[in-house]
């Protein structure tokens, strides 16, 4: 249990130590997403076939987090969408690969770009 909690502190660390010094991020540095309700993270391996991107998310009323993961080749997307409560707007992350980075794009705003 102690060794677990070490690792999650690790990666949280990483993951905001990653995002204080640029906006343009190695493979494993972390980005923190807010997308209202629902936060968390995410981080990206170059790999054989692709760009594999893991997105870890909470939501405030949950105490299970969800993960997943996707492998994208130069030209693919992956988009999040979170619903707004009634009478507000949907709140949206998208990962975009171009060429040998990674964009992300949080509400329409370019919030960061992951390089090799």
């Known amino acids: ?15 905001a130590s ?17 997308l ?17 991107i893991v997105t870890t998310l909470s939501s405030e009323d ?3 987090p969800v993960r997943f993961t ?10 999040v969408t979170v619903p707004g409560a009634l009478g507000e707007p949907e709140r949206t992350i998208k990962f975009e690969r171009i060429g040998e980075q990674l964009f ?3 509400d329409g705003r370019k919030t960061a770009a992951f390089a090799e």
Do not use: C, W
């Open 18 to 34: 990653g995002t204080a010094y640029s906006d343009e991020l190695l493979p494993l540095h972390g980005k923190s997403i807010d």
């Open 104 to 106: 992300v794009t949080e």
């Open 1 to 15: 249990m102690i060794t677990r909690s070490f690792l999650l502190v690790a990666f949280i660390t990483g993951a």
């Open 62 to 64: 949950s105490t299970l």
């Open 70 to 79: 996707s492998t994208l080749t130069s030209g693919q997307n992956l988009t």
């Open 36 to 52: 209202g309700s629902v936060m968390g993270s995410a981080y990206y391996t170059p790999e054989a076939n692709g760009y594999q």
